[in-house]
Structure formats: C-alpha cells, structure tokens
C-alpha cells in the first residue's frame, strides 16, 4: 500500500531529480566559458561607438551588453564602481584596441571576456590588448563560498537527523540543533578574515552573509524536515543544493544563460554568493543580507509552530491507531534513507561534474574587409591618364560600375565607390549592387568585403544600396568615410531601368592611415516608399562651417518631369547616423519637419538625381545633367551659400545618350579636387547600354569618362 508519507517522498524525489535535469543545460552551459549579456562600455568617438554598441549587442548569444562612451575617465570610474565588468577602449588609429579589467580578478569572467572580446575584434580584423585598472587582486570564490555554507548548513542537519532523529521531540533537544547551527555559523563568521582575496575592512560583512548563509539554509532544512521528513530533506536538497549548482561550474552569474542568473540570486546560495562578491568589491549586500535573513525567520517560525503539532504528527513518533505502523520509520530506516540522500545527491554532482565539457572556442565569425593586390595604373596626371586608366582590364572584383564619386584620405590616398558593380567568377560575371576601390599613386585595389559581396551589404538578400557621394572627415590616424547611398529593389534584372528606389540612407567606414576601409554601421533613412516625391536625401553632400549639408533630390509623380528638384538638410558630421538630428532648410531656417524643406531648384529644367555640391572660391555650384537620361545639356547652378538660391547657368558642355546604339551616358559629378585648375573643374560621367549583354560580353562599355570643364 501506497501511503501519504510514501507519496510525498516520492514526490519530493521526483522534484529534486526534475531539478537535477533542469539545471543540466545550465550547468553545460556555464562549463563553456561565455559571457550572457555581460554590461560592457565602447569607449571612442560617438559616431562609431554607437553603431558598434549595437552590432555588440547582436553578437550571437548576446555576450554583451553594451553602451557606448565618449570619456575614457567616465568610463573607468564605471568599471571602479562595479557598474560594468569590462570596458573597450577603441584606438582608430590603429588595429589594436584595448580591454579594461577591474581590479578584482575573477579567472573564469575575465577568461571568458577576453575570449568574446577577442572574436569580436577578430571579426573586424582587430586585435586586442589587455589592462588592469588598479592594483590586481584576487577575488574569492564567492559561488563556492556561497554554496559551501549552505551546504554545511545541510549536511549539519543530516548528521544531527541521523544521530537523534528527524524531529526534535523536547524543546532542549530543539535547542540544541539550534546550537549547533549557530556554533557552525560562528566558525564561519571567525574564519572569514582568512579567506583569500577578502579585504580586511569587507571581512565583518562577508563574514556575516557567510554566516547568514548557514542559518538561513539550516532552518530551512530543519523546518522543512519537521513539515515533511524525508520529502521534505529531499525539497531542501533540490532548494538549497540543486538549483544553485550551475554557480559551482559558472563562477560568476554573468557566465550563466537567462533565467539562471535570476533563479539562482534568489536561493540562499546564490544570496550568499553575491552578498559575498558585493562586499569583497566594496559595494553593499542590503538585499542579500535581508533575503537570508528572513529565511533563516522563516524557518524558525516554522520549527515554533511545529512544536504544538509536531510531536503528534512527526514521522519520528511510534504509530498510532490511526496511522499505520509502516507510515512510521524505525531509526535504522530512517537512517538508511539518509544514507540514500546522501549517495543521490553526490552521485548526481559527481556525474554532473565529470560529464561537463572544457570551456568552448569564442564563435568564429566572418572575416572582415580586405583590399585586392595593386593593379599598376602608371601615372596619372592629365585627363587622357584618367580615361586610360578606365580601359586598363584590373582586378576581377571590378570590370565595370556606375557613379564613380571619390574623396581624398588624410594619407594621400582618394577612396572610389561604386553603383551596380561588375566582378568576374567561376560562374562568369555578375553583378553586386556596390563597390569601393582604394586609390594611389600608380596602384588601385578593390576592398573586397566579408564574403566577397557589395561593400554596403544587401538588406535581407532583397534590396540594395547604390552609392551617390562621399565625404571624408580626418581624425588623428584615421579617417571616417560616410557614404549616401539610395536603397533600391529590383524589378526585372535584364532590364536596366528594372528597379525601384525606396529611401535613402548612410553607411560609415573607419580608414586607418594605409589601411583598408572597414564598415561601422549602414542606416537607412525614412521607411521604404516607392514615391518619387520623397526627397532622395544625400543625393549630393558637403561640408562646411562644421556642418555635413545632404541634398535630397525629388521629383512630383503627377507631372512626370524629367529633371528632378532640390533640396537640403544639414546635420553635425559625428550625427549623421542620428537621422532625428537632421534639419531642413525650409527657405528661412532650418526645421525638423523633413516636408518643409524648400525647393532650392525646381523639378522642371532639373537636376540629375545624383549630382555633386562643392564650392570654390565662398562660392557654391550644383553640378549635373539637366532633365537626367533624356536631357543632354552639362549645366552649373550657382549661389552664394549652401542654402541657394540657385541659379541655372548656360550649358558648359553636352552629353547626349545614343538612343540608336543603346549607349546610356548619364550621372555626370565633379571632382574639384582631382586634378584641380583654375577656373575649371574635372568631371566623370556613367555609361552603360540598354542591352546588358553587351555589357557583360565587354565590361569596358560600363566604366566612367572623364572630362573638364569651365566653371561658369
């Protein structure tokens, strides 16, 4: 016969091996060494630390938490104060950066930050440098610590049961156990100014959550034997010994995947563990020390009330007329049965420990940007030079592309990227949505990107990003390349005007002196909207005053011009990412309404939709082929700052499209400072045909031209 007292123990058994099991992934978990969600600081400039705290935070399995800082001061008081674990220190100047420990050493979080840290630099193709800030010291094993007082706290108990009983039948011998508990907690108390890695000013308060520990898991266990008998020993153990395990494997919370770290810091071992930590690090342990508090209450409260009603229903009592005698174990059974605890319990820890795996590698991740080898141009100094280098065959990775806008690096290079780009396979040529290319004197390379595709990656395999102008902002060491890019969709990929724009948007690189450029963050600007009358922002961009000036060009879909309108906002350089700062020039001042910015030329008899902005001389020239495909005239608009108004000029040049051949030409944009004149400026035009197989049979017929002209 199955009696209450079988079930419960049977119930209670079940619980405690469903915990075993439960926190088995955990444990495995923990055993790889890696961070869940550890809080971190990005320490660099705003504009890429932002986007990188970000792309931190996406990391597979979410190692980081991140937050990015500008102020390295600010961001090692944080570390002092315990506020995070670790801080990054980018250094854009070179390849290396730096991780910040804090003092207080815990082996396996600092292992286990460094080896995240280090794939997430790789990733970028960085490396990374370790420090220390302040004296180094060792921390204590505070989830050892924690778990071994509560364990002590049980094993007491068992011994006391297995010596007297599992219930205390008079008051003296309740006392007595009590005593125990509390000569236990005592030693504990006395012996924490010994504990390695404990300051002698935080001993008192880990000496008191040590202690705490111990009584709060005594009483527990006392309490709940007295309830239940061995159900109730064997609920202790799953409380007390078994949900808490993975901090014997994990060292530090932080180690520990969601929902451990919350679990386990609201059991006594876990409180204990963190009380410990908190003091020995400086900080206060009120909420550890009040939870262990008041379940060491808890449990007294419990044995007190028993007392009235334990000695009639303890399972230590001899049998009654109403209680069957097997329902009442003998001394020598209830110590077998203890005996059997015991053996449960560390086989189950034995297995677990022996079954754990060594720590895993940090997850590999893709490589970062890389550049081709140097394709000879020879000198280039005149036009003719330029329209040669175009015919040169170059690098597989680039056999033809549209746009052609550039910028000059603080090293002496000048940075090229490109729409719809050409490149040679196995597979023969196809086409990828973008491209860059580093150039120097005599020598061009392609930056070839993780996997071999776009420089400004696709958007979920679907839409692409066509480059329209550059910027360059030099910085000590390195510079920061933004990129305007318009999104777009394609339609039908044989047919050249087979796709469909959807917004603009901006992408960042970070250029080390001589180094290949590696992407920060690509944002894209506004929702996806097909409407043409939707500003394409930064169809043109240019600095001044300390201002980044992105025009947006528009065209109204009931009228079908042919040239489309323009407009401008401006935004501080380091925000362009911020799409919330931008401002709008609404022809008096600037708004933070995007549809109040005011036409600065009108759609009809306008611009290209990419085209260049610059300025020479205090004055401004807008630059573009008047009316797009189907215009021909090269015409200068003019004004006397940024804002306009602008003023057409005569044509300076003409440049139809061959509507017999299929020949497109198209996109011109000037190069101010490309081989700079007085009183002219050099400019490139696109090609391409309407027949793409032509262009794929000979990529020549899709490469830019160069020509000057006069400034009006």
Same mark, same amino acid.
């Given at each position: 016969m199955?009696?209450? !007292?079988?079930? !419960?123990?049977?119930?209670?058994?079940?619980?405690?091996? %469903?915990?075993?099991?439960?926190?088995?992934?955990?444990?495995?978990?923990?055993?790889?060494?890696?961070?869940?969600?550890?809080?971190?600081?990005?320490?660099?400039?705003?504009?890429?630390?932002?986007?990188?705290?970000?792309?931190?935070?996406?990391?597979? %399995?979410?190692?980081?938490? #991140?937050?990015?800082? &500008?102020?390295? =001061?600010?961001?090692?008081?944080?570390?002092?104060?315990? /506020?995070?674990?670790?801080v990054l220190v980018l250094d854009l100047r070179r390849t290396q950066d730096t991780l910040l420990l804090p003092r207080l050493r815990t082996? /396996?979080?600092? #292992?286990?930050?460094?080896?995240?840290? $280090?794939a997430a630099e790789e990733r970028r193709g960085r490396t990374l440098a370790v420090e220390r800030v302040g004296p180094v010291r060792d921390a204590p094993a505070y989830d050892a610590l924690g778990l071994a007082a509560v364990a002590a706290a049980f094993v007491l108990v068992l011994v006391v049961s297995l010596v007297w009983g599992p219930f205390a039948r008079t008051l003296p011998r309740g006392l007595l156990r009590l005593a125990a508990l509390g000569a236990l907690a005592a030693v504990v108390l006395g012996t924490a100014q010994l504990l390695p890695g404990v300051p002698g000013a935080a001993a008192p308060e880990v000496g008191?959550?040590? *202690?705490? %520990?111990?009584?709060?898991?005594?009483?527990?266990?006392?309490?709940?034997?007295?309830? #239940?008998?061995?159900?109730?020993?064997?609920?202790?153990?799953?409380?007390?010994?078994?949900?808490?395990?993975?901090?014997?494997?994990?060292? &530090?919370?932080?180690?520990?995947? /969601?929902?451990?770290?919350g679990v386990t810091r609201w059991t006594p071992a876990g409180a204990v563990a963190e009380a410990v930590r908190d003091s020995a690090a400086g900080g206060g342990a009120q909420r550890e020390l009040l939870l262990l508090a008041v379940v060491a209450a808890v449990g007294l409260l419990v044995l007190a009330l028993t007392r009235f009603d334990g000695v009639r229903? @303890?399972?230590?009592?001899? =049998?009654?007329? &109403?209680?069957?005698?097997? &329902?009442?174990?003998?001394?020598?059974?209830?110590?077998?049965?203890?005996?059997?605890?015991?053996a449960l319990l560390a086989g189950g820890v034995v297995l677990t420990l022996a079954l754990l795996p060594g720590p895993d590698d940090a997850e590999a991740y893709p490589s970062l940007?890389? *550049?081709?080898?140097?394709?000879?141009?020879?000198?280039?100094?005149?036009?003719?030079?330029?329209? $040669?280098?175009?015919?040169?065959?170059?690098?597989?990775?680039?056999?033809?592309?549209?746009?052609?806008?550039e910028?000059?690096?603080?090293?002496?290079?000048?940075?090229?990227?490109?729409?719809?780009?050409?490149?040679?396979?196995?597979?023969g040529r196809s086409f990828? !949505?973008?491209?860059?290319?580093?150039?120097?004197?005599?020598?061009?390379q392609v930056v070839v990107p993780a996997g071999g595709g776009a420089v400004i990656p696709d958007r979920d395999g679907q839409v692409g990003y066509w480059p329209m102008s550059v910027v360059v902002r030099g910085r000590p060491g390195y510079d920061l390349v933004t990129v305007t890019a318009q999104r777009v969709r394609s339609t039908d990929r044989t047919d050249a005007f087979g796709f469909g724009n959807l917004g603009p948007a901006v992408a960042l690189y970070v250029?080390? !002196?001589?180094?290949?450029?590696?992407?920060? @963050?690509?944002?894209?600007?506004?929702?996806?909207?097909?409407?043409?009358?939707?500003?394409?922002? %930064?169809?043109?961009?240019?600095?001044? /005053?300390?201002?980044?000036?992105?025009?947006?060009?528009a065209r109204p879909e009931a009228d079908a011009p042919t040239g489309f309108s323009l407009r401008v906002a401006r935004v501080r350089p380091d925000d362009v990412l911020e799409t919330d700062r931008w401002r709008y020039w609404d022809g008096s001042a600037w708004v933070a309404d995007s549809g109040a910015a005011a036409e600065l030329v009108p759609a009809e008899g306008g611009t290209s939709q990419t085209l260049s902005v610059f300025e020479r001389d205090g004055r401004w020239f807008a630059f573009s082929k008047r009316d797009e495909f189907l215009g021909s005239d090269l015409v200068f608009w003019t004004a006397p700052a940024p804002t306009g108004p602008f003023t057409a000029q005569p044509p300076v040049a003409d440049l139809p499209s061959d509507s017999a051949g299929g020949e497109l030409r198209y996109m011109p944009l000037a190069h101010p400072d490309l081989l700079p004149e007085a009183g002219s400026v050099l400019v490139s035009y696109s090609r391409n045909s309407t027949d793409v197989g032509r262009v794929l049979d000979d990529p020549l017929l899709y490469r830019p031209r160069f020509l000057r002209v006069p400034l009006p």
């Amino acid at each position: 016969m199955i009696t209450r !007292r079988r079930l !419960r123990t049977l119930a209670a058994l079940a619980l405690l091996v %469903g915990a075993l099991l439960a926190v088995l992934p955990a444990v495995d978990d923990a055993a790889a060494g890696r961070t869940h969600g550890a809080p971190v600081l990005l320490v660099g400039p705003e504009v890429v630390v932002g986007p990188l705290a970000r792309d931190v935070d996406a990391l597979p %399995g979410s190692p980081f938490d #991140a937050e990015p800082e &500008d102020d390295r =001061a600010t961001a090692e008081a944080a570390l002092a104060a315990g /506020d995070v674990v670790a801080v990054l220190v980018l250094d854009l100047r070179r390849t290396q950066d730096t991780l910040l420990l804090p003092r207080l050493r815990t082996d /396996d979080l600092d #292992a286990a930050l460094v080896r995240e840290a $280090r794939a997430a630099e790789e990733r970028r193709g960085r490396t990374l440098a370790v420090e220390r800030v302040g004296p180094v010291r060792d921390a204590p094993a505070y989830d050892a610590l924690g778990l071994a007082a509560v364990a002590a706290a049980f094993v007491l108990v068992l011994v006391v049961s297995l010596v007297w009983g599992p219930f205390a039948r008079t008051l003296p011998r309740g006392l007595l156990r009590l005593a125990a508990l509390g000569a236990l907690a005592a030693v504990v108390l006395g012996t924490a100014q010994l504990l390695p890695g404990v300051p002698g000013a935080a001993a008192p308060e880990v000496g008191a959550a040590l *202690a705490l %520990g111990v009584l709060a898991a005594g009483c527990l266990t006392l309490a709940l034997e007295a309830l #239940a008998g061995l159900a109730g020993l064997l609920l202790a153990a799953a409380l007390l010994l078994v949900v808490p395990l993975p901090l014997l494997v994990a060292e &530090d919370p932080l180690l520990l995947a /969601d929902p451990w770290p919350g679990v386990t810091r609201w059991t006594p071992a876990g409180a204990v563990a963190e009380a410990v930590r908190d003091s020995a690090a400086g900080g206060g342990a009120q909420r550890e020390l009040l939870l262990l508090a008041v379940v060491a209450a808890v449990g007294l409260l419990v044995l007190a009330l028993t007392r009235f009603d334990g000695v009639r229903t @303890s399972p230590a009592v001899p =049998a009654r007329a &109403d209680r069957p005698a097997d &329902d009442v174990p003998t001394t020598g059974r209830w110590r077998l049965q203890l005996l059997a605890v015991l053996a449960l319990l560390a086989g189950g820890v034995v297995l677990t420990l022996a079954l754990l795996p060594g720590p895993d590698d940090a997850e590999a991740y893709p490589s970062l940007a890389s *550049a081709t080898t140097c394709e000879p141009t020879g000198p280039v100094r005149t036009v003719a030079d330029l329209n $040669r280098v175009t015919e040169l065959r170059g690098s597989p990775q680039f056999q033809g592309g549209d746009v052609g806008a550039e910028a000059a690096l603080q090293d002496g290079r000048r940075v090229w990227v490109f729409g719809d780009t050409l490149r040679a396979g196995d597979g023969g040529r196809s086409f990828v !949505r973008n491209s860059m290319l580093v150039v120097e004197p005599g020598c061009l390379q392609v930056v070839v990107p993780a996997g071999g595709g776009a420089v400004i990656p696709d958007r979920d395999g679907q839409v692409g990003y066509w480059p329209m102008s550059v910027v360059v902002r030099g910085r000590p060491g390195y510079d920061l390349v933004t990129v305007t890019a318009q999104r777009v969709r394609s339609t039908d990929r044989t047919d050249a005007f087979g796709f469909g724009n959807l917004g603009p948007a901006v992408a960042l690189y970070v250029v080390p !002196r001589g180094e290949t450029p590696q992407l920060v @963050s690509r944002v894209d600007v506004g929702e996806d909207s097909a409407d043409p009358a939707r500003p394409m922002w %930064g169809a043109a961009t240019a600095l001044a /005053d300390g201002w980044l000036h992105l025009y947006g060009t528009a065209r109204p879909e009931a009228d079908a011009p042919t040239g489309f309108s323009l407009r401008v906002a401006r935004v501080r350089p380091d925000d362009v990412l911020e799409t919330d700062r931008w401002r709008y020039w609404d022809g008096s001042a600037w708004v933070a309404d995007s549809g109040a910015a005011a036409e600065l030329v009108p759609a009809e008899g306008g611009t290209s939709q990419t085209l260049s902005v610059f300025e020479r001389d205090g004055r401004w020239f807008a630059f573009s082929k008047r009316d797009e495909f189907l215009g021909s005239d090269l015409v200068f608009w003019t004004a006397p700052a940024p804002t306009g108004p602008f003023t057409a000029q005569p044509p300076v040049a003409d440049l139809p499209s061959d509507s017999a051949g299929g020949e497109l030409r198209y996109m011109p944009l000037a190069h101010p400072d490309l081989l700079p004149e007085a009183g002219s400026v050099l400019v490139s035009y696109s090609r391409n045909s309407t027949d793409v197989g032509r262009v794929l049979d000979d990529p020549l017929l899709y490469r830019p031209r160069f020509l000057r002209v006069p400034l009006p």
